[in-house]
């Protein structure tokens, strides 16, 4: 039996998410049964970025606008520079991302993809991870910083870098199986 086969995971992005961190992750979670919209602020296909240029596209499932956190047990949240500060220019997505914690949900941020939960303002007192650039934003923002390969706190799990990928992915699953923890400040 699949270990996720009940659950319904919500992954956002927009042009410019490092390919590789949001692909595994949406690969590891499918294989064990998952079922993972991706989600945008608009639906068209998306840009992928991967070794300092385009890469691939992905289709959108549904846009931002159109869902709410209940319908989505888990939230992953990919890297790319580009991806990270579009997101988190977005009301919708920030609106998202706040609700998910609100309920406790698990999420998963790795890289630059932190960048939106300073912006949701729900990293105060969280011990969490990313790329080393966002270390003193994170700090300023009230987060307790570690330079680990994967650090889970409450359900939220925080990576580094496209290398981290395979702890990463460890933890979003078992955090998933978990599912709700107590609600998080949102």
Avoid at 74 to 102: C, E, K, W, Y
């Amino acid at each position: 039996m699949n270990r996720l086969s009940a659950k319904r995971i919500a992954v956002i992005a927009t042009h410019g998410f490092e390919e590789s961190e949001l692909v595994s992750p949406v690969n590891a979670l499918r294989s064990e049964g998952a079922t993972v919209d991706i989600l945008a602020p608009v639906r068209e296909p998306l840009r992928a970025w991967k070794d300092k240029d385009w890469a691939e596209t992905i289709e959108v499932d549904r846009t931002l606008d159109e869902v709410t956190s209940q319908e989505y047990d888990a939230l992953v949240i990919p890297g790319g520079t580009l991806n990270s500060d579009q997101l988190r220019m977005n009301p919708v997505a920030v609106d998202l991302v706040r609700h998910f914690f609100a309920k406790g949900k698990p999420v998963a941020a790795i890289c630059h993809g932190p960048q939106i939960l300073i912006e949701a303002d729900v990293v105060t007192g969280r011990e969490l991870t990313s790329y080393q650039s966002l270390k003193t934003d994170l700090e300023n923002a009230g987060a307790l910083w570690a330079n680990e390969a994967v650090v889970v706190d409450r359900g939220l799990v925080t990576s580094r870098t496209p290398d981290d990928l395979p702890a990463f992915i460890a933890k979003l699953i078992e955090e998933v199986e978990e599912g709700v923890h107590d609600p998080q400040h949102a």
